[in-house]
């Protein structure tokens, strides 16, 4: 009997391996088409609380450690920075925040941070990757996105991905993206309802392309959608 880690067929191959095999195959096929007909050049925003990952996160998507991150009390990132690196042939600007959900944020600091994002965005697509951890929610990620909405106007959630962090917490406890989207709190659910379900999940402590991959797809998918 065959299963997903069995063997397929006369081959004697993994199932697994023949899933990864075209996976791979279809991210290759969709960068290229994606050279064809894709401004190749975007901005990828990160926000979210302090100590969620938005930083790691950044180093991941860019394949080196750009941003300074570490274990902390007090915020690592206290001013808007920028990366910019090739992922597939896209040029991609990596903008990392400072926590800008602070309900005891100075309104000239929060005032001062938020121009600055959109002054780093410059004129290209722009993606928001709403960082959140896996496996903490908090009362102040309740009302993120009317936070969001209020620092980048209401069409904001139309460019929003939510990017989950400490997936390894969801690895060790045998969940899939999947399941834990299902089965979340209701405050959390809500969120994801808002930017029309579009989440990755990254482990910042094992970075992979193919994590990065994933999360390029989503942006290109979405800024062609929101192009036609």
């Not at 991609?92 to 309900?103: A, C, L, Q, S």
């Amino acid at each position: 009997m065959n299963n997903h880690f069995g063997n397929s067929g006369n081959e004697g191959k993994p199932i697994w391996k023949e899933y990864l095999f075209l996976f791979h195959c279809h991210l290759f096929l969709f960068f290229i088409d994606t050279e064809n007909h894709f401004d190749t050049k975007v901005n990828l925003v990160l926000l979210g609380m302090t100590g969620t990952g938005k930083s790691a996160s950044g180093n991941t998507i860019l394949g080196k450690k750009f941003f300074k991150c570490k274990p902390s009390t007090k915020p690592v990132t206290t001013e808007c920075q920028r990366a910019e690196s090739k992922i597939n042939g896209i040029h991609v600007r990596v903008i990392d925040n400072p926590d800008i959900f602070d309900d005891d944020i100075n309104p000239r600091v929060w005032d001062t941070h938020v121009k600055k994002c959109k002054q780093l965005c410059e004129s290209e697509p722009c993606v928001y990757l709403l960082v959140m951890q896996a496996s903490r929610f908090t009362d102040g990620e309740r009302n993120i996105i009317e936070k969001l909405e209020k620092a980048f106007a209401s069409k904001v959630r139309k460019q929003t991905i939510i990017l989950f962090t400490r997936g390894d917490d969801l690895h060790c406890a045998n969940i899939k993206l999947e399941d834990f989207l299902h089965s979340c709190q209701p405050g959390l659910k809500e969120i994801i309802q808002k930017c029309d379900n579009r989440c990755v999940v990254f482990e910042n402590s094992r970075p992979t392309s193919h994590q990065v991959a994933i999360l390029m797809e989503k942006v290109i998918r979405m800024i062609q959608e929101q192009q036609q």
